[in-house]
C-alpha cells in the first residue's frame, strides 16, 4: 500500500541538528489525502509521520518527515482517508534561522527546484508582487515637470502578475521611467517553477460483487493533470484489473489499486471484492451406459457421485430398474431405460440415462400328452396333446407313426399295441417329442347264421 510522503517543507541548513527525542506526539484519522501536520509542534521543528499498521497505533511504521520552521508546517500527501496516523515532533535550535529564510515553492522534486539566478521564484498559480520605486533628483523632476512610465513583460505598473497553471518557465519584466529629456529602465526575470499535480485515481466502485465462476472486474482509470505518463497497477488479492473466479473463492477480498505519475506521486485505494458463493452440482460418472444382456442374467449399473464442495450425495434410480442391480426376465427383451440422479440436497443435481439391451432368449414349446391310450376294436383312438410355449410364441402339433392326427378309428383288425409320435414345437422349431403307446383291444363279435339251399 502506498504510503505518506513529503510534499513540501520549509528548507533547513543541512547540518541541522533538532533534538533526537520527540517533545510531542498527535494522533489522527485522515480525511484527506493530503495533511499539513505539526500543528501541536512548536514553531521550528522535525514533523515525523508514522502510520499507524493495520489501523493499530501500538504498531507505528515511520513513513516520512519534514520540517516546520518559524510556523509553517509541511505539506504531505498520500493519506488513506479513514485510516489513522500519528506525527511526532523534535525541537529544533532557533538560532540556526536568525538569516530570511525564502521557502521553496512547493512542487516535486522534477520541478521544485530553481534552475536561474533569477531573483524571484514562484510556482505555478502564485502571486507576483514587486513594487516599482523611481525617484528624481531635481525637484523640479526634468523639463515635462512630472515623471512618465512604460512596462514591458509580465509585471504592469501595479506591479502584481498572478501565474496560471502553465506559465512554467524564465519571465522578464522591464519598467522605464522618463522626465522629459532622460530615460532610466530596470529588469528582472521571474522564474515561474512547474507544480507537479498527482495522478488521480478514478474508480467506478471501491465494493464489487461476484459470483464464485465470474470475472471480478474492476473498473478504474488512472489520469494525469500535467498530462504526464501514469502507472495503474494492482496488488493484493488481484495483479491486473480483471480475475476469473473459482469455487473456492468465496469471501471478501482486498485489492490495493494505484495511481501514479513519474514522480510516484497519486494516490492509493483499496477495492475490497465481494465473491458470493455458488453451489456446484454434484458430478455422476457412469461406467458404461450401453448395457447387453441376455434374458435371466443379471444388470449391474456402476455409478459414483463426486461433489466438488464436499457434500453428501444421494444417489437414486428410476425407470426399469429402482436400484443398481436387477436379473432380466423372458419378458424384458428389448430396450430397456433407467434414469440414475445424484443430488447433493442443496439443489444439485446430475442425471444420466443408461439404456439395457435385453436380448432375446428363445425357450422351447412344452408338450404334454399320455403316455398310453387304451380303447377296444371299433372306437375312436384320440391323443390328448396340449403344446404351451413359454415366451407366448404360436406352436404347432404333428403326429406320426400308428397316427397322423389326434384321432382314428379302429376297427375289428386293430387289435393291438401301437405306438404314435407327437412333436410340438415353436417357430423356432424347438419343443418337444414324445411317444404315446396305443392299446387296441379285441372285442368279442357275436356269432352268425344263416341258410342256403343245397
Known amino acids: 500500500m502506498a504510503q505518506p510522503f ?12 533538532c533534538q533526537s527525542t520527540y517533545s510531542t506526539q498527535q494522533q ?24 499507524c499498521k493495520f489501523n493499530d497505533c501500538s504498531n507505528l511504521e515511520e513513513t516520512t518527515y519534514g520540517y516546520k520552521v518559524r510556523g509553517v508546517a509541511p505539506e504531505f500527501r498520500g493519506f488513506v482517508s479513514g485510516n489513522k496516523y500519528v506525527y511526532k515532533c523534535a525541537t529544533c535550535p532557533e538560532d540556526t534561522f536568525t538569516q530570511p529564510t525564502q521557502p521553496l515553492p512547493p512542487g516535486t522534486c522534477d520541478g521544485c527546484q530553481q534552475t536561474s539566478s533569477c531573483p524571484i521564484v514562484v510556482r505555478e498559480g502564485e502571486t507576483v508582487n514587486i513594487r516599482w520605486i523611481s525617484s528624481d533628483p531635481d525637484s523640479d523632476i526634468g523639463p515635462q515637470g512630472r515623471l512618465t512610465y512604460a512596462y514591458e513583460g509580465t509585471v504592469g505598473a501595479d506591479g502584481t502578475w498572478v501565474t496560471q497553471k502553465g506559465d512554467a518557465g524564465i519571465h522578464y519584466a522591464k519598467a522605464r521611467v522618463y522626465d522629459g529629456e532622460y530615460w532610466d529602465e530596470t529588469d528582472l526575470c521571474i522564474e515561474v517553477l512547474r507544480v507537479n499535480e ?43 484489473p480483471a480475475k476469473q473466479t473459482t469455487y473456492f473463492d468465496a ?67 428410476t425407470g426399469w430398474m429402482d436400484s443398481n442391480t436387477k436379473t432380466a426376465t423372458n419378458k424384458d427383451a428389448g ?17 444420466k440415462t443408461v439404456t439395457v439391451n435385453v436380448i432375446n432368449v428363445n425357450h422351447p414349446a412344452v408338450l404334454d400328452v399320455p403316455a398310453e391310450v387304451t380303447v377296444h376294436e371299433t372306437e375312436t383312438v384320440i391323443v390328448e396333446a396340449h403344446c404351451s410355449d413359454p415366451d407366448g410364441d404360436p406352436t404347432s402339433i404333428s403326429y406320426g407313426g400308428w397316427m397322423s392326427t389326434s384321432s382314428k378309428q379302429t376297427g375289428y383288425d ?25 392299446h387296441v383291444l379285441n372285442k368279442n363279435r357275436p356269432p352268425q347264421i344263416t341258410w342256403e339251399q343245397v
Request: aromatic content about 6%.
Open 6 to 17: 513529503l510534499y513540501w517543507s520549509m528548507p533547513v541548513p543541512d547540518d541541522l541538528q
Open 251 to 317: 469471501g471478501v477480498h482486498d485489492v490495493l489499486v494505484s495511481c501514479l505519475d513519474p514522480s510516484n506521486q497519486g494516490i492509493t485505494q483499496t477495492v475490497r471484492i465481494h465473491v458470493e458463493d455458488v453451489n456446484q452440482k454434484p458430478e455422476l460418472a457412469i461406467t458404461d451406459r450401453n448395457i447387453t444382456v441376455s434374458e435371466g442374467e443379471p444388470v449391474y449399473i456402476g455409478a459414483t457421485c463426486i461433489d466438488p464442495d464436499g457434500d453428501k450425495t444421494t444417489i437414486t434410480y
Open 28 to 51: 489522527f484519522i485522515a480525511d484527506r489525502e493530503v495533511v499539513r501536520a505539526g500543528e501541536s509542534c512548536t514553531d521550528t521543528a522535525r514533523v515525523v509521520v508514522f502510520e
Open 198 to 240: 498527482p495522478a488521480r485515481l478514478n474508480l467506478a466502485t471501491n465494493d464489487v460483487y461476484v459470483r464464485e465462476g465470474d470475472v471480478a472486474n474492476i473498473d478504474a482509470t488512472c489520469s494525469d493533470p500535467d498530462g504526464d505518463s501514469t502507472t495503474l497497477s494492482f496488488s493484493g488479492w488481484m495483479n491486473s
Open 335 to 351: 430396450l430397456q431405460e433407467t434414469t440414475v440422479t445424484c443430488e447433493d440436497g442443496k439443489g444439485g443435481i446430475d442425471s
Open 414 to 438: 386293430d387289435a393291438g399295441d401301437y405306438d404314435v409320435t407327437v412333436s410340438c414345437v415353436d417357430p423356432a422349431g424347438q419343443g418337444q417329442t414324445k411317444l404315446v403307446s396305443v
